[in-house]
């Protein structure tokens, strides 16, 4: 099973500032990599897959990348309706396996 | 629009089985597949099982195997988790999420709304 690690596990910034969240898999996924937004009492929602392609209405403040082992998310300006749980999934095998989540705090 | 809804919360004493619906709505049903992803309280996503909706393949994660089925209606575009045995800790949030129909890699583009099981004696 691929594990995937997120770091960091909380990360506390203020709106407006650029932020990046890192994801590790234990071994290469390719670039079959997505990262999915969540926040209190919702479902997931996917923002970003294929490492770098941003989902159907997903604002171009959310940018991916990264192919192998290690992938990062940056939010360039950070919105007030950005303050959620953020999780990475490798897709590359079987079985798909998420990460742990970063949560974004108001600072 | 495309849509996954799912069924309501359940509560269930441990031993029980519990089914899950999920209808999917406003796309071709058989052309995806669907996979079901359960959230414990206050924990992350974990990742149980994939069914294909075009030709019924499965694949489950192994700490389930043995206790979960996953089937599929084409005739009402549902899909269904059944799980049995139950512990308290399968208590959890579980989700249906839209995704390949043939296992080939492919992301989880469509969420359902969650479904509420409560294991309690």
């Known amino acids: 099973e691929i594990v995937m690690t997120q770091s960091p596990a909380t990360l506390s910034v203020s709106p407006g500032e650029r932020v990046t969240l890192s994801c590790r898999a234990s071994?290469?996924?390719?670039?079959?990599l997505a990262w999915y937004q969540q926040k209190p009492g919702q479902a997931p929602r996917l923002l970003i897959y294929?490492?770098?392609t941003r989902a159907t209405g997903i604002p171009a403040r959310f940018s991916g990348s990264g192919s192998g082992t290690e992938f990062t998310l940056t939010i360039s300006s950070l919105q007030s309706e950005d303050f959620a749980v953020y999780y990475c999934?490798?897709?590359?095998?079987?079985?798909?396996?998420f990460g742990q989540g970063t949560k974004l705090e108001i600072k | 629009q495309v849509q996954l809804v799912q069924s309501g919360a359940e509560v269930k004493k441990p031993g029980a089985s519990v089914k899950v619906s999920c209808k999917a709505s406003?796309?071709?049903?058989?052309?995806?597949?669907i996979s079901w992803v359960r959230q414990a309280p206050g924990q992350g996503l974990e990742w149980m099982g994939w069914?294909?909706?075009?030709?019924?393949?499965?694949n489950y994660a192994q700490k389930l195997q043995g206790r979960v089925t996953m089937t599929t209606d084409t005739s009402t575009t549902t899909a269904y988790m059944e799980l049995r045995s139950l512990r308290s800790d399968d208590t959890a949030l579980y989700y249906c999420a839209r995704g390949s129909h043939s296992g080939n890699p492919y992301p989880f583009d469509i969420w359902g709304q969650g479904t509420m099981v409560t294991v309690s004696s």
């Open positions: 294929g490492a770098s």
């Open positions: 999934q490798q897709y590359n095998n079987w079985p798909r396996t």
């Open positions: 406003g796309y071709t049903f058989t052309s995806y597949g």
């Open positions: 069914i294909s909706a075009y030709n019924g393949n499965t």
């Open positions: 071994q290469s996924v390719s670039s079959n």
